[in-house]
């Protein structure tokens, strides 16, 4: 059983900044990409930014510049730094991870999200 867990989620103002983070746990073997992706309502679930086992990173382009993603391996650990916070980031974050699982088999996981809310 592999489960990926947000927090840092919450109210902001904008301009302001927030810090997410999701740890994966469970029988993992290795993971390789991870990522944050974003649900506002009415709309898609969008990619925000991901990030290799290597460090190559993706971010979309309504993102780049204030926003940074990170990971910590050794915890199975993603970071998303998001600075100078605007109204239209307004949405629900989702964690998500390629993972092998200690039966080397590969699936995708997802996190439950976390609401991230700015006001103007």
């Known amino acids: 059983q592999v489960q990926l867990m947000e927090s840092g989620g919450g109210l902001v103002q904008a301009g302001g900044s927030l810090r997410l983070s999701c740890a994966a746990s469970g029988r993992i073997f290795s993971i390789s990409a991870m990522g944050w992706y974003r649900q506002a309502p009415g709309k898609q679930r969008e990619l925000v930014a991901t990030?290799?086992?290597?460090?190559?990173?993706n971010y979309a382009d309504s993102v780049k510049g204030r926003f940074t993603i990170s990971r910590d391996n050794a915890k199975n650990t993603v970071y998303l730094q998001m600075n100078s916070l605007k109204p239209e980031d307004t949405a629900v974050y989702y964690c998500?991870?390629?993972?092998?699982?200690?039966?080397?088999?590969?699936?995708?996981?997802w996190g439950q999200g976390t609401q991230v809310t700015v006001s103007s």
């Open positions: 998500a991870a390629e993972i092998f699982n200690s039966d080397y088999r590969r699936a995708d996981y």
């Open positions: 990030t290799t086992s290597g460090g190559s990173t």
